[in-house]
């Protein structure tokens, strides 16, 4: 698809999560089902919720072959009755969440002239509302047992944009706005709240803003991968297992003192 100099998968001997809860969003695919497994090595329970059950199910049998417990929640992240529910399953089943990754997300791009209210409205659904949904319901529980760490996926596209990603940056401009103001809320019961924003992640995600917005420059999707890529300070695109390692990290001990930041985790494009 695009040059690379990282393995595809990543395992680490790490076990800093043993007896604690996760609960993951977009856990069937990409960033999150990376996070899923990553949690899972390092000795979590982990809850997966996504609303592609057959794509979750796999994610959870590849967590359990690292000896975690982890539960297949079908959840669609924009409803609150199924993410109470999902919350509910969890808490039923080892009565504490001391981790939530939201990392359920969807894209879409045209220019101004051609996204549709409705898709405005999706994006923002999913991609915000979502998280907003997740931190409501799943912040006062951390802060009521032992505290936690919650890190939302945002993305360089909510630090920097670009033409035709209008709905995708707002939504995610949104989630580093409400990660600063859920992570001043709950700083007193040390719960740290956290945006991760990648850059440009080898994912399905990708692949269809590849489709995408290919044609608009009369190339195609690979030619567009490859540009991706070679805009890059570092001339690639992040594994999924990079993103799921800064969010390990975030959620570690020795990330305890760090909250209310949205740190950029794409080889220096923001900066470029
Ligand atoms: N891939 C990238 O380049 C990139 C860059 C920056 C940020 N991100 C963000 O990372 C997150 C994960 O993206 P990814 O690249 O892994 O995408 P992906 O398409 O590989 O995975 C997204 C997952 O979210 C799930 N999902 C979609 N809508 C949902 C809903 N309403 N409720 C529950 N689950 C839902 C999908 O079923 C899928 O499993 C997203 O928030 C995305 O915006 C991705």
Not at 95 to 107: E, K, N, Q
Not at 183 to 199: F, H, I, L, W
Not at 263 to 268: A, C, K, P, V
């Amino acid at each position: 698809m695009t040059p690379t100099n990282t393995p595809a998968e990543h395992e680490t001997s790490l076990r800093r999560f043993i007896g604690q809860t996760a609960i993951i969003t977009g856990s069937a695919k990409g960033i999150g089902r990376a996070c899923a497994l990553r949690f899972a090595q390092e000795g979590a329970n982990v809850a997966c919720l996504d609303v592609d059950e057959q794509a979750n199910l796999a994610t959870v049998e590849a967590c359990r072959r690292y000896g975690a417990q982890a539960l297949a929640l079908r959840c669609d992240v924009t409803r609150m009755q199924d993410v109470q529910g999902a919350v509910d399953a969890t808490m039923q089943q080892w009565g504490r969440i001391d981790v939530l990754v939201t990392a359920a997300g969807i894209y879409t791009g045209g220019l101004l002239s051609e996204v549709t209210l409705e898709q405005w409205q999706r994006v923002l659904a999913v991609n915000l509302t979502g998280v907003f949904v997740c931190n409501k319901l799943i912040a006062p529980l951390m802060a009521g047992c032992c505290g936690g760490s919650i890190i939302n996926i945002s993305s360089m596209s909510g630090k920097t944009s670009w033409p035709g990603t209008h709905e995708y940056s707002a939504s995610k401009s949104g989630v580093i706005g409400l990660t600063h103001s859920v992570a001043m809320e709950m700083a007193p019961y040390s719960v740290t709240v956290n945006a991760v924003c990648p850059g440009n992640t080898r994912t399905e995600l990708v692949m269809q803003a590849a489709r995408q917005n290919a044609p608009r420059d009369g190339i195609t999707p690979e030619e567009w991968l490859a540009r991706r890529a070679n805009d890059c300070p570092m001339k690639r695109l992040a594994e999924p297992w990079e993103i799921a390692g800064l969010c390990a990290f975030l959620a570690s001990e020795d990330a305890r003192y760090i909250t209310g930041q949205a740190i950029e985790i794409d080889g220096g494009m923001v900066l470029s």
